[in-house]
């Protein structure tokens, strides 16, 4: 194996780095807004809304990320949105993060003790205020190793986006690839370095964990 190549063209990993780091920071952070719209709206007493949310997660899930991101990458086009390509990216992973973390916050919401929501009923707060001021807060909290955990996933499912030409890790090892002629050892580098940020961010969030749970 021959890892020369690396003098002279570590500088494209590098870039890719802060390209995964930053579309997976912007991912999670739509995710999140979007997670809990799709949440409350699942857990709505309205049928319909109920229905929109549920059909939503459930289509996201149910199709490959590979698929959605050319739909969208290639769909707007027609309907005459033109979007930067980084754009229809990080909107592409943000849709799709966003039903899973609907199910996150589903989850949290639902594990929470119902005498939270009924002591703040009682006490005559309306609905969406306790929903705002006393669940969500809480199971915000609880959730938070799992929100953790998604950024991990969507690091690693980042890589999709080199598809449509996004310059993150994947895409550099690729140009690197062609420009050596080392079929090889540049997805090497790559794997190396989605390892380091996923092993490194992993561990910093078992720690926080653990400080979460002894206070
Ligand atoms: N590889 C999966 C797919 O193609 C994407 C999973 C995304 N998961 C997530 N937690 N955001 O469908």
Redesign the pocket.
């Known amino acids: 194996m021959d890892f020369s190549f690396l003098q002279e063209y570590w500088s494209f990993f590098l870039k890719g780095a802060q390209w995964t780091i930053v579309l997976s920071i912007f991912t999670v952070f739509f995710g999140v807004i979007l997670g809990v719209v799709l949440a409350l709206m699942r857990l709505s007493k309205v049928k319909v809304v109920k229905f929109l949310a549920s059909a939503y997660i459930e289509f996201i899930r149910g199709t490959?990320?590979?698929v959605q991101i050319y739909l969208i990458y290639y769909a707007l086009p027609y309907a005459d949105i033109k979007l930067p390509d980084y754009v229809a990216a990080i909107l592409t992973l943000s849709l799709?993060?966003g039903a899973?973390i609907a199910e996150i916050f589903r989850a949290g919401i639902q594990n929470l003790d119902k005498g939270q929501m009924e002591a703040a009923r009682s006490l005559g707060m309306p609905h969406w205020m306790a929903m705002r001021h006393i669940v969500l807060p809480q199971a915000f909290r609880n959730i938070l190793p799992a929100l953790g955990n998604?950024l991990v996933?969507?690091i690693k499912?980042s890589s999709i986006v080199s598809v449509i030409g996004i310059m993150e890790i994947t895409y550099q090892a690729d140009t690197v690839r062609g420009i050596v002629f080392r079929p090889f050892e540049p997805l090497i580098v790559a794997a190396i370095m989605y390892f380091v940020l996923t092993f490194t961010l992993s561990k910093l969030l078992s720690r926080w964990e653990g400080r979460l749970h002894r206070t």
Do not use: G, K
């Open positions: 490959p990320l590979l799709n993060s899973y998604e996933v969507v499912e």
